[in-house]
């Protein structure tokens, strides 16, 4: 059974940086795009950031060129560098794989 676990939230003071890191088990999800979505509260998850199995990456517009997606395969993880936080990427951080499969999420708090 498929099984993935973000981890890396917590708290951060505006214009700092977070990684978050989600590792997958159970299913090989090499050949899969993964993605990084958030939840602000409140409002709908909404997709951040997508890799394909290449490597390739696409960004929504309001963390282009602030968020970076990345995979390890060799490792089952997938990472999500944020820079240059700001108070409204305050969200509950979710991994997903394929379309599918969802982590439990990890919560990231940008404030001062």
């Known amino acids: 059974q498929a099984r993935l676990v973000e981890s890396g939230g917590g708290l951060v003071h505006p214009g700092g940086s977070l990684r978050l890191s989600c590792e997958w088990s159970?299913?090989?999800?090499?050949?899969?795009?993964m993605r990084w979505y958030r939840q602000p509260p409140g409002k709908p998850r909404v997709m951040v950031a997508v890799v394909t199995p290449s490597g390739a990456s696409t960004y929504a517009d309001s963390v282009e060129g602030r968020f970076a997606i990345s995979r390890d395969d060799s490792k089952n993880t997938v990472f999500l560098q944020m820079n240059d936080l700001r108070p409204e990427d305050t969200a509950d951080y979710y991994c997903?794989?394929?379309?599918?499969?969802w982590g439990q999420g990890t919560l990231v708090i940008v404030s001062s």
């Open positions: 997903n794989a394929g379309a599918q499969y």
């Open positions: 159970g299913i090989d999800f090499r050949a899969v795009n």
